[in-house]
Structures are given as C-alpha cells and as structure tokens.
C-alpha cells in the first residue's frame, strides 16, 4: 500500500496563476483532509469531505476550492494564487469516526511569487 | 486565545533526561485527544493517543485531565532520535466529522 500521495512535490507560481493539488489514498478511507503548514505553526484546516461527492469548509478554506469525485482521491484548486497561499500543504486522510488516527502524505512545498 | 495552546519551547536536554510537554485545549466538547511526531521538513505521524486513564507506550506517557482541560507527554531516558516537534491534536465529536485542531508543536532537541 502506497498510503496518502500527493502531486506535486513542488511548484512555484506566479500571482494570479492557478494550480490543482492531488491527494489519493488506497486505504479505503471516508474521510480526507487538506491542510496548511506555515513556518513555526501547527497545521490548519483549509477543506475536508466525510465521503465521495462531499466537501466542506474548514478553518481558512478563503482562497481555495475543493472535489472529491471519487472515494480515493481529493483535489485542492487555487484559482488565483496569491504570495500568502506560500505554505506546506498536507493531505490526510482516516477512517470514519473522531477517535482515529490520521494519515498524511508528504506534503507539497508551495511557492508564490 | 487559540483552541489548542501548547509551549513552543524548544527544549533542549541531555540524552537520558525526562521532559515532559503540557498542552491545554478550550473546547469542552473535544472527544479524542492525540499526540503526532513531526520531524523537520516532514509530515506528521501519529505517536499515540491519549486516553482518559493515561496510557504509556515504553519511554512515553500520555495524561489526560478533563477537568483541567490539557493534556500532557512524557517522554523519559530521552534519545537523539527524539528529537522533533510534538504536535498536540484535539478531535471534536463525530458530528464534527473528527475534526481536528493542531497545536503549534513542541520542539524538542536531545544532545548527547
């Protein structure tokens, strides 16, 4: 089992330009998750789905769209990228329930310029 | 004031010490309590979860107090490896869809 990817790595944009993120999980999982991780702070909570077709809004979703089209993968889209959108971006993904563990990806090295 | 506060430190001890970290949490209705390792520049993992009659997993302990609302790590004969940033997580019910806050983290650096 692969876990939770994410595509890509790296990028760099320039403002105003617009980017999808991928996250894909094999395990199966109900819930997906997109975080932000700036310098010196914890994470924060941009979107999530509890399921294929839903999404919804998390702590600071401004700026960002969400998908969820099938069950093993969660897009996040930047229309218009903006200098402050510069971030780490994780992708989780866990089991139905609020006591499970959540599993992240590697994470994705954004820079906007 | 922040949902999940945690001291930012960094620590910095000898091999073989006990530290040990404090988180607090504000909101009452948090069901599920967690502590994840992050290492630099990488995503976290989960070290272990906190339940409420404290639980240990060799060298760490985990604490929860309800009434007081935090929760607590202990970490003891600490190794270099240990080295990282100890993130606190709090999940609210599952009508919150799990939902979790972070802390900011805890970062810890062990030298020999």
């Known amino acids: 089992n692969a876990g939770v990817t994410q595509t890509p790595k790296f990028r760099v944009l320039k403002t105003g330009q617009s980017m999808t993120l991928l996250c894909a999980q094999d395990m199966n999982h109900e819930y997906m998750y997109w975080y932000r991780q700036d310098p010196g702070m914890g994470l924060r909570l941009i979107h999530y789905s509890v399921g294929e077709g839903t999404t919804a809004k998390g702590e600071v979703p401004d700026g960002y769209n969400v998908s969820r089209l099938k069950k093993q993968n969660f897009l996040l889209g930047l229309e218009s990228a903006a200098p402050s959108q510069t971030s780490v971006y994780f992708c989780a993904s866990s089991p139905e329930g609020s006591t499970n563990e959540q599993f992240f990806g590697p994470g994705t090295r954004l820079t906007v310029l | 004031r922040k949902e999940v506060e945690q001291d930012p430190g960094p620590f910095n001890v000898p091999e073989g010490a006990t530290v040990a970290f404090n988180c607090t949490y504000s909101n009452s209705a948090s069901q599920s309590f967690f502590w994840y390792r992050q290492d630099c520049r990488k995503e976290p993992k989960l070290l272990m979860s906190v339940y409420s009659s404290g639980n240990e997993d060799g060298r760490f302990t985990a604490q929860l107090n309800r009434a007081s609302q935090y929760i607590s790590l202990l970490i003891r004969d600490s190794k270099l490896s240990d080295s990282a940033t100890y993130l606190c997580?709090?999940?609210?019910?599952?009508?919150?869809?799990?939902?979790?806050?972070f802390g900011d983290g805890t970062t810890l650096t062990v030298k020999p």
């Open positions: 997580v709090v999940n609210l019910e599952d009508a919150n869809a799990g939902k979790s806050t």
